[in-house]
């Protein structure tokens, strides 16, 4: 899979939406999403190559429980590939501060890697379903853009969408403060790139020459275009990315079929 890019490429792997329980035996609208991220991540590790980097990006936990976090950081620290995360609006920010920091496991928010910067925001609302930067976190992504060189390529994450999906339910809980974030990377041309989780289902958008990625959901998908809350039947997945040291990088969402394992969970298999 990885044969064909450049050798000086790096690769990673973008994993989002977990929803992951304290108690394993927990299911989400009938998905037990541990099962299904082990699928997804038997098929990630057989990749060749491995990924250099795992991205979660947010929604890590559905209960917000320090053991469900206290799980999450053996589970991935045990693929031994540094992996770094940033928190949706199921996460519990304090606990994920506390315990997500443990080698391989990185709290890291500006890390540089394989030629590119990397930059991982914290859009959480506490309580609320939307996302939005806070003002200190919108002063601190400035002022990273500011210090950076102009010619490093830079790709920026978080959880909630800038941009409209065209699902009315899912459109209205995304960051609410698009303007005041758009403000800000307007002015920089180092970004290249904005992941994002959130919408369960793979998006892309371009605006000013950056391009925006949503990925699937570790476990259940939503349906595209849907005016209320709706499941579709797309299997889980995640993003592989292969960032180029010029700037330029190639990327690919892959699939994992886990229904047939997640039915056998069910039944006590």
Known sequence: MGNTHQATSLLIAQISDLHLFGDERQNLLGWNT???????????????????????????????????????????????IP????????????????????????????????????????TNVPGQVYGALSADNLEWLEAQLTILPSHRPTLISMHHPPFWVGSPWLDQSGLQNTEAFFKIIDQYSQVQLVLVGHV???????????????????????????LNFALDNNQPGFRLAWLHPDGTFETAV??????QMLNLAAQGY
């Open 34 to 80: 541990w099962v299904s991220l082990t699928k997804i991540m038997q098929q990630l590790e057989r990749s060749t190559p491995r990924p250099d980097i795992i991205l979660l990006t947010g929604d890590l936990s559905q209960d917000e429980t320090e053991a469900s976090y206290k799980k999450i950081v053996r589970y991935f620290a045990a693929t031994g």
């Open 83 to 122: 992996t770094y995360w940033l928190p949706g609006n199921h996460d519990h920010v304090p606990t994920m501060k506390r315990v997500l920091d443990q080698p391989p496991v990185y709290a890291d928010k500006s890390f540089y890697k394989g030629g590119w910067q990397f930059l991982l925001l914290n």
């Open 254 to 259: 892959e699939r994992v079929g886990v229904k």
């Open 200 to 226: 369960h289902q793979e998006f892309e958008c371009t605006r000013n020459d950056v391009t925006y990625l949503s990925t699937p959901s570790t476990c259940i998908q939503f349906m595209p275009h849907s």
